[in-house]
């Protein structure tokens, strides 16, 4: 049993099987086999072995039924003949020299092709014979990495997965369905990985240094988002534990989920509060209205441009808008323009930078990239036909900006006007506020801008100049930092006086830590992710205004964010003992 | 004797050598080129990479040696009944 610490960034419990997500490159995990671990990975090994041979096993079913009359089911017999004679080799070599079964498969396997290469060659015949030995090798090396089945069978299990990091294409292509929980070796809060686990709800630890080394695929772990602990090969005892708090933590989401679902947003003294979900794709819709979200606060438009290799054409862009528009028939929609900039590698689209945090990113990049741009526009105004669509831009840090962007808006609507295209002529139009100034001065962006939506991940980055995924400095990043509540304030303040709605949709605001805190700011619209949903609902509905102004002037008197969670904490878990 | 099928001694005619030659109490081996390896062993065998036309040489030693070495000699000549 090992013991490891991470950051926790998505609550729960879960216990499973690791999967090791960089399996592809077959990193060797260094690990010798403990003495006392010998029989049991030889016991893996052998597990891996028949489950291969079945894998197999089923391949010449499916051959003799296809093509009765081949005879290529007899290369798979042969695949099965040569597993089966690796195992005491392999074996061997896990109880003599403790390598893992991973290391002694390969280490055989490679001698044996060594032998095939080391002479020539000129019919191409031992290369042939390289490719079944590869093939071999790839099947064993895949069930012990914990990979089991994937695409074929569809019958795959769930599974922890592990990677140093998670860039947002490689979590676009995971079947979200199929995994259990995130660790990862790098990242902080608000990395993707962790934004995208609490969406979900799948409890996340990262920042755990070369976990990827200390964990081979299938071994048993268990993994606390809640505590930020790693727990590999647990002990009886240990996973006894666990499994009872698994069982429980899992039974509090699911009688919270279901105790909010019908319950309106508000809080104790009545006052309606918006609570709304911010999704990457349109398909997370369905799941936000099933939280119970009362529309969509952010709408993340990055993911059109991984996915492809090719840019999305309008006609894409405007089938995605208006399936979400539609799936939350006649709640407001919220759709953020193109978010990125150098620190995201997309679709080589942003150049590198040596300062991609303080580059060419958001609207800044979308005025360099006009194509991009338009085509955006013109799907977004189109889509606004089906629904209650509402449009803002992302990194404003200047009045002029917000002009500039509402001209090409203006625009893009006298264009489809003369198109004949139908599209929504009052479609509100927002901006985000992520960057110093635009908070400071957000009364002056007012005056152009329908609403203000605070982007705290960015906002609270900027504010305290941290990298918020750089781990050596994760404990400088501060929402409860007074300067950021004090900044936060202010921001809420200048909506109100221009009578603009003022929405949050960073982090901050899903977390039932500074829900009261917000509120008494004055903070009347909330988009978390959806999991966060039925927390947030159950805060706010437990306060009345009063005492959350009484706890925000609290708060505000602290002279750091230490103070400041510490009396958060303290006053929410009144509110939801078991969060803490 | 020759390996005369057209594919060599790939996996399939492997297989069913090393079958055959699991059924013998003797020690078969075969050799190539100053390689010797057991004809219980598909792994072995394969990494013969025997292609079509190659000399190969088989000696038994056991009780049944004799049996050994004519079977074996039978299915290769027979093209291991693959062609």
């Known amino acids: ?580 | 004797m020759t390996i005369q099928n057209a594919h060599g001694l790939h996996v399939r005619p492997a297989t069913k050598l090393a079958d055959l030659a699991g059924k013998f109490k003797s020690n078969v081996t075969i050799h190539k080129d100053g390689q010797d390896v057991s004809a219980r062993s598909i792994i072995e065998l394969l990494t013969l990479a025997a292609a079509h036309g190659t000399e190969l040489r088989i000696r038994a030693e056991g009780p049944d040696a004799t049996e050994a070495v004519d079977a074996i000699a039978k299915l290769v000549n027979s093209r291991f009944g693959l062609e």
């Open chain 1, 1 to 580: 049993m090992q013991i490891l610490k991470g950051t926790p960034v998505s609550p729960g419990i879960v216990i499973g099987e690791a999967f090791l997500l960089d399996f592809e490159e077959f990193r060797m995990p260094r690990r010798a086999v403990e003495p006392e671990a010998i029989e049991a990975e030889v016991q893996r090994f052998e597990n891996a072995v028949d489950r291969v041979v079945a894998e197999i096993s089923e391949d010449v079913k499916r051959l003799e039924e296809s093509m009765p009359d081949g005879d290529l089911h007899l290369i798979f017999n042969g695949h099965i003949a040569i597993v089966r004679e690796l195992v005491p080799t392999v074996v061997d070599s896990i109880r003599k020299y403790r390598f893992t079964p991973e290391h002694a498969v390969s280490k055989k396997i490679r001698q044996t092709i060594k032998l095939l290469t080391s002479r020539d060659d000129p019919s191409g015949f031992a290369a042939r014979i390289v490719a079944d030995f590869t093939d071999v090798e790839k099947r064993l090396l895949r069930v012990l990495f914990g990979r089991r089945g994937d695409s074929k069978s569809g019958a795959a299990g769930k599974s922890i997965v592990f990677a140093r990091d998670l860039t947002p294409s490689q979590t676009m292509a995971l079947d979200r369905t199929k995994i259990l929980g995130f660790v990862t070796e790098f990242g902080g809060k608000t990395s993707h990985t962790a934004i995208l686990a609490r969406a979900h709800g799948i409890p996340a630890v990262v920042g755990i240094a070369d976990v990827t080394r200390e964990v081979s695929g299938g071994d048993t772990v268990i993994v606390d988002g809640t505590k930020g602990i790693l727990i590999v090969e647990p002990d009886g005892e240990t996973l006894k534990k666990y499994r009872a708090l698994e069982k429980s933590f899992i039974s509090f989401e699911k009688r919270t989920a279901e105790e909010m679902r019908a319950q309106p947003s508000e809080t104790r003294d009545g006052i309606a509060v918006a609570l709304l979900a911010n999704i990457e794709l349109p398909e997370e819709a369905k799941g936000a209205r099933e939280f119970g979200a009362g529309g969509i606060g952010l709408f993340r438009t990055e993911f059109l441009y991984f996915d492809a290799r090719n840019l999305p054409t309008e006609k894409e862009q405007f089938e995605k808008y208006r399936s979400v528009l539609q799936a939350m028939d006649g709640r407001p929609v919220t759709i953020r323009a193109l978010d990125i900039g150098a620190d995201k590698d997309v679709a080589g689209i942003a150049s590198p930078e040596r300062n991609p945090f303080l580059g060419l990113r958001g609207i800044r990049l979308l005025f360099e990239r006009m194509d991009l741009f338009r085509t955006q526009l013109r799907a977004v105004l189109r889509a606004s036909a089906f629904g209650k669509a509402r449009l803002m831009f992302p990194m404003i840090s200047t009045l002029e900006e917000v002009k500039q962007a509402k001209a090409i808006v203006a625009d893009v609507r006298e264009e489809l006007d003369a198109e004949g295209a139908s599209f929504d002529p009052e479609m509100p139009i927002g901006v985000m506020i992520e960057v110093p100034s635009a908070a400071i001065a957000a009364d002056i962006l007012c005056s152009e801008a329908d609403f203000l939506s605070i982007g705290t991940n960015d906002l609270v980055q900027y504010v305290m100049a941290v990298d918020r995924v750089n781990e050596k400095i994760a404990p400088l990043y501060q929402p409860g930092h007074p300067a950021v509540l004090r900044l936060l304030r202010s921001v809420i303040d200048a909506g109100a006086r221009a009578e603009r709605p003022v929405a949050m949709c960073g982090e901050m605001s899903g977390d039932p830590l500074f829900t009261a805190l917000l509120l008494g700011f004055g903070l009347r619209s909330f988009s978390v992710v959806p999991s966060a949903i039925p927390e947030v609902k159950k805060v706010l509905r437990s306060v009345t205004i009063a005492e959350a102004k009484q706890i925000a002037q609290d708060a505000l008197a602290l002279p750091d964010a230490h103070q400041v969670v510490e009396y958060l904490t303290e006053k929410t878990k009144r509110i939801i003992p078991e969060l803490f």
